[in-house]
């Protein structure tokens, strides 16, 4: 094997090597929600994970944190998954004013669309009356 060559297939190896222990590696995020349909009614329960290394711990982490909502207990225990997304941003949006119906999340490929799109979500459920209520109460992005 020659020089050149040898040096080649070290430099390749070595960038494999490199790029599968980076943080880029953790870009995978979920959003869970528990919510019986009627917000204004039963309210809901939210988690979200980012930067997790799968979907199935992202899946994990996000069921997890829903579940540990206590602000509509019975919501928390029905939690499932609803989206999984993979180096994207996501935003929860919702009317503040407990008993209304206002809700909505979102995920994009930036935050401002994913927070933009989540306060559309809830404006749309809101009603006319309360759509102006809506705000966005968190959005993260994946690491990229």
């Not at 935003?91 to 209304?100: H, I, M, N, S, V």
């Not at 989540?118 to 102006?132: F, H, P, Q, S």
Request: charged share 20%; hydrophobic share 45%; aromatic share 6%.
């Amino acid at each position: 094997m020659s020089n050149v060559v040898r040096r080649t297939l070290v430099g390749a190896i070595l960038c494999v090597a490199a790029h599968a222990g980076t943080p880029a590696a953790l870009a995978e995020g979920a959003i869970a929600i528990g919510a019986s349909g009627n917000f204004a009614k039963d309210g809901f329960a939210f988690g979200a994970a980012i930067n997790k290394a799968s979907t199935a711990e992202a899946n994990q982490q996000a069921l997890e944190t829903c579940r540990k909502y206590t602000g509509a207990p019975k919501m928390a225990a029905i939690c499932r998954v609803v989206m999984t997304f993979s180096q994207e941003c996501y935003a929860l949006a919702f009317d503040p004013k407990a008993g209304t119906p206002g809700a909505g999340w979102a995920i994009s490929d930036d935050k401002v669309k994913a927070e933009e799109r989540a306060l559309k979500n809830c404006e749309v459920t809101a009603g006319a009356g309360r759509r102006d209520f809506c705000k966005v109460n968190q959005s993260a992005c994946d690491t990229r």
